[in-house]
């Protein structure tokens, strides 16, 4: 019976190079997603008092995002 490879940095990869633009591509749109979706309400409340919509007006753009 053999022993495994060592587990070094050359076969630890996380992605194949093939995937990796795709990969980063992903994984920053999800991230900036969450950051959109994280200042939608501060940002709703700042229009709010500019702007003064109707609380309407506001919860739909809240359900929108």
Not at 27 to 37: E, H, M, Q, R, Y
Not at 43 to 48: E, L, P, T
């Amino acid at each position: 019976m053999e022993n495994p490879a060592p587990l070094t940095g050359q076969n630890l990869k996380l992605v194949e190079r093939k995937y990796l633009l795709p990969f980063i591509l992903i994984t920053s749109l999800f991230a900036l997603w969450g950051f959109a979706n994280d200042i939608t309400n501060p940002m709703v409340a700042a229009f709010q008092t500019v702007m003064k919509p109707s609380a309407a007006k506001t919860s739909l753009v809240q359900f929108a995002s």
